[in-house]
């Protein structure tokens, strides 16, 4: 049987992104690397069932190679669906921090609800709660 490891997302900025994730969004780094041989930087967030991984490319000096996102588009995919306990608290997160959203909340009654926002690089999240 196969279990899901993690998921990597490209990031222009590995601080910022990880500003991003662990001060709005609460996950909790567990390292970050320099990967000098492939010219990368990385870290992982911890996330229950899996974890985040943020991919920085750098150049041959391992330095940052500019990285211009493209902007989100319907139907948002590929994204990243992180599960939640409470829509409601994560929606009131995200207006805290001056996060709009892609596109939601939408709803299946009695099943599900969602909703979809970009961070800083344009990478899609979706943020679901299973009614």
């Keep these: 049987m196969h279990r899901l490891d993690h998921v990597a997302l490209q990031v222009a900025n590995l601080d910022r992104a990880i500003d991003f994730y662990t001060h709005t ?5 567990m ?17 229950e069932g899996g974890n ?9 000096q391992n330095q940052p190679i500019p990285h211009t996102p493209s902007a989100p588009q319907s139907p948002y995919c590929p994204h990243v ?3 939640v306990d409470d829509l409601d608290a994560m929606l009131d997160t995200l207006a805290k921090a ?3 959203l892609l596109k939601g909340p939408l709803a299946i ?18 943020f679901v709660q299973w009614l």
């Excluded at 969004?25 to 780094?29: E, S």
């Design 52 to 60: 985040l991984e943020l991919l920085q490319t750098l150049d041959e």
């Design 25 to 29: 969004l609460g996950l909790r780094l």
């Design 98 to 100: 001056n996060i709009p």
């Design 109 to 126: 009654p009695a099943k599900v609800r969602w909703c979809y926002m970009a961070d800083p690089d344009s990478n899609v999240i979706e």
């Design 31 to 47: 390292f970050r690397e320099l990967d000098e041989e492939h010219h990368e930087a990385f870290a992982f967030l911890e996330m």
């Design 81 to 83: 669906a992180l599960g």
